[in-house]
């Protein structure tokens, strides 16, 4: 991902915690490594983490990640559209909201 893209609580947090933030990348490196799935599949399984969350940056990131792997925005409204009956429709409403602020730039 471009650094430009990416949050300046973000890019501050990695200036200050250099280390955490390396390790943090590198667990996510290799979670994604460590079974068949392939990097779109896997940011929209990370999407929908988000979402259950309710966790906007986390949503914008993961919105943005699975873009750049390929997927269309009609899969990644999918994704969240799935959740409907396990998260709520007021958190699926939120989560496609946050997905506009990334998909609608």
């Keep these: ?3 430009e893209k990416l949050p300046k609580m973000y890019m501050d ?3 200050r915690y250099p280390k955490v933030s390396a390790a943090v990348e590198n667990l996510g490196k290799a979670a994604r490594a ?3 799935l392939n990097k779109k599949t896997s940011h929209l399984i990370q999407l929908s983490a988000a979402a259950a969350m309710r966790s ?3 949503v914008h990131s993961h919105v943005r990640r699975a873009i750049e792997a390929g997927a269309k925005k009609e899969e990644i409204y999918h ?3 799935l959740l ?3 998260i709520g429709f007021p ?3 939120a989560a496609i909201s946050w997905a506009d602020d990334v998909i609608k730039k």
């Design 79 to 81: 994704t969240l559209i």
């Design 56 to 58: 906007e940056g986390s």
């Design 91 to 93: 958190a699926v409403s």
């Design 13 to 15: 947090f990695r200036k």
């Design 84 to 86: 409907t009956s396990t």
């Design 1 to 3: 991902m471009s650094k």
């Design 34 to 36: 460590a079974g068949p």
